[in-house]
């Protein structure tokens, strides 16, 4: 078990570009959620996936941003048309669903620079 | 809505000393969890400790313990003689218990911790 693995770890884009990101869990964690962090604050819940459904979005999540999980395993968070707002680390987490301790394990984080 | 708020931007102490990180939260829910993360610069978050709103007992881990007063929703975390790996940012955060809350996390803005030698 190597832990939740987030690629890449930092993208620089020109705003405009579409950017994606990919989270891969912990194998048998079966619920996944993205956050965004920017800096000096603390991580914003963005969605969250059970299996491949996605079972709720932040109203956060403006429509330039799509995220799937299409066979449960990993994860795309994809961002559209960047702006400058949109620079931030973005967060991968994932548990069990039955984990009684509710901790969730964080990946490293991508971080996006939007210039 | 919850919301969790973390007072002190930045704190530091000297190695071996103990230092106390204050949060505070708002929450109509009675059941709930309450954790303390820490996030060391350009590593990921992992969980330091992590209280059940349920116990009234105070979750203790090693040198990590903290002063959960409910009817006050105030959730601190008291490290005891600190070490240089502690230096990082910290972060409160709260979790429903219930429904669709449970897992999502809501976090406090952060502390900045630093040990000096």
């Known amino acids: 078990d190597t832990g939740v693995s987030q690629n890449p770890r930092h993208k620089i884009t020109k705003r405009g570009q579409n950017v994606t990101f990919r989270c891969d869990p912990i194998?048998?964690?079966?619920?996944l959620y993205w956050y965004r962090q920017t800096l000096g604050q603390g991580p914003e819940f963005l969605t969250y996936f059970q299996n491949e459904a996605q079972l709720e979005k932040s109203r956060l999540l403006s429509d330039r941003f799509s995220a799937e999980r299409p066979k449960g395993s990993f994860s795309t968070l994809e961002i559209q048309r960047t702006e400058q707002g949109d620079s931030a680390m973005y967060l991968c987490?994932?548990?069990?669903?039955?984990?009684?301790?509710?901790?969730?394990?964080f990946g490293e984080g991508s971080r996006l620079t939007v210039l | 809505a919850q919301t969790v708020t973390q007072s002190q931007p930045e704190m530091s102490v000297q190695e071996a000393e103990t230092v106390t990180l204050s949060c505070t939260y708002d929450t109509s829910e009675n059941n709930y969890y309450l954790f303390w993360y820490k996030q060391p610069p350009s590593r990921q978050m992992i969980l330091v400790i992590r209280?059940?709103?349920?116990?009234?007992q105070n979750a203790t881990e090693n040198r990590f313990s903290v002063n959960f007063q409910k009817a006050a929703k105030s959730f601190s975390l008291k490290i005891s003689d600190s070490q240089l790996g502690d230096t990082a940012m910290y972060f409160c955060?709260?979790?429903?218990?219930?429904?669709?809350?449970?897992?999502?996390?809501?976090f406090g803005q952060g502390t900045i911790l630093t040990v000096h030698p």
């Open positions: 955060a709260f979790m429903g218990a219930g429904g669709t809350s449970y897992g999502k996390l809501t």
């Open positions: 987490a994932s548990r069990y669903r039955d984990s009684g301790t509710g901790e969730l394990f």
């Open positions: 209280q059940e709103a349920y116990k009234q």
């Open positions: 194998s048998e964690h079966n619920r």
